[in-house]
């Protein structure tokens, strides 16, 4: 009798620690929950191109006599997707650029869609929004003057155009 | 007369049996039943809408939403240089309509695709309904940038500060509002890149949770 109730007891004990051990086990996760998504919430960033028609050109610069004026023209496209502002700026290097004090060759003017900037060596443009016109022709005048003397005779120079395209603030 | 006395004897021994046969289902009985005691556990429901969804019990979408942004947001904060494709200002309502009201409100933030454009994802502004300890301000600067993001805002160290929230009461509803905008300090590697964003909100049970 006293046996029955022992083996009575420990497995009353086992099965209220196996009832608590899964309690613990499983108790935290048994909770009611709901959730809800926002979803496609999407964020994407503009791009800001340009690209120059002619990367190099030489035609008319060969052969140059005092006097003389050559222009490189240029089609300057926005490709990108973002608005933009512009700046030109210009270089002449080599020895026709310094071949004969205040006589040497040097860039004339600068002009975007055929309008005229007094400032040739820098200037800064607005470009049109990408897709609405997406290009300007942009003109590059170098020039020898007419008092170059013959120090700059069978000299050579070379123009640097960059344009660099910054976001509209 | 003793013959008598044993006949009678015998008579009451055989009644005395037949009580004992028959006494034990001859007692009257009773029985009661409680029938239809039904147990039906309760549900937990919300819904949400923004500005041209719900509300609705199921997923809605784009809430936040920026295209071709350009980076405008200064460090110091300005945002005058930020056309509309570049912030957004929105928000998102959660209605409860569960039969058991819950405990508290938990919310998590997912990114895919190019996903380091998190850092860059300004927050200007972040509300729960008013409860001031979820705010742009309170968040830690995960990353260290200087200013409170998208990134810091799904970053584990921030998790706390979006759990515990207070749950969405039986009428009414609570709101969700954050204003984003694309900060100046995203360079050239971010051009033309595109991340997307799950905002998941949780109505708790417990506060275990």
């Known amino acids: 009798m006293l046996k029955k109730s022992t083996t009575k007891l420990a497995m009353s004990i086992l099965l209220i620690v196996v009832a608590a051990v899964t309690l613990v086990g499983f108790g935290t996760f048994a909770y009611f929950s709901d959730s809800e998504n926002s979803t496609d919430n999407v964020f994407t960033a503009g791009t800001l191109e340009v690209t ?17 004026t050559v222009i490189l023209p240029l089609t300057l496209e926005s490709i990108g997707s973002l608005p933009l502002d512009y700046t030109i700026t210009t270089e002449v290097s080599g020895e026709l650029s310094s071949c004969h004090t205040g006589y040497s060759a040097y860039v004339s003017a600068v002009r975007v869609d055929g309008a005229d900037y007094s400032v040739p060596e ?10 609405l016109d997406p290009s300007d022709n942009i003109e590059v005048d170098i020039t020898l003057p007419a008092g170059a003397g013959n120090s700059c005779q069978s000299k050579s120079g070379t123009l640097n155009v960059t344009v660099t395209a910054d976001q509209q603030t | 007369m003793h013959k008598r006395n044993i006949t009678a ?40 809408a923004d500005d041209d969804e719900g509300p609705v019990d199921a997923t809605i979408s ?14 110091a904060g300005d945002v005058s240089s930020c056309d509309s494709n570049s912030r957004t200002l929105n928000t998102i309502s959660y ?26 994802i300004r927050i200007l502004h972040l509300q729960y309904d008013g409860y001031i300890p979820l705010s742009a301000g309170s968040l830690s600067d995960t990353n260290g940038n200087g200013y409170p993001d998208l990134e810091d805002l799904a970053s584990p ?53």
């Open chain 2, 9 to 48: 004897g015998l008579l009451f021994i055989i009644v005395a049996l037949a009580l004992v046969g028959t006494g034990t289902y001859a007692y009257f009985s009773d029985t009661a039943s409680s029938t239809g005691n039904s147990f039906t556990s309760g549900s937990m429901g919300m819904k949400q």
């Open chain 1, 52 to 68: 120059l028609g002619a990367s190099s050109w030489s035609a008319g610069f060969d052969n140059m006599a005092p006097g003389d």
């Open chain 1, 122 to 131: 820098s200037l800064s443009a607005s470009s049109a929004h990408g897709g």
């Open chain 2, 95 to 120: 209605y409860n309509h569960g039969s058991i009201l819950g405990d508290h409100m938990e919310f998590s933030f997912s990114f895919s695709g190019d996903v380091a454009m998190a850092e860059y």
């Open chain 2, 157 to 209: 160290l921030n998790s706390s500060k979006l759990d515990n929230l207070p749950k969405v009461n039986a009428l009414g509803h609570r709101d969700l509002t954050m204003d984003l905008g694309f900060s100046s300090t995203a360079g050239n590697t971010m051009q033309g890149k595109s991340m997307t964003m799950v905002v998941t909100a949780t109505l708790n049970q417990d506060a275990s949770q």
């Open chain 2, 62 to 75: 784009e809430t936040w939403v920026m295209e071709n942004m350009q980076p405008c947001v200064t460090v």
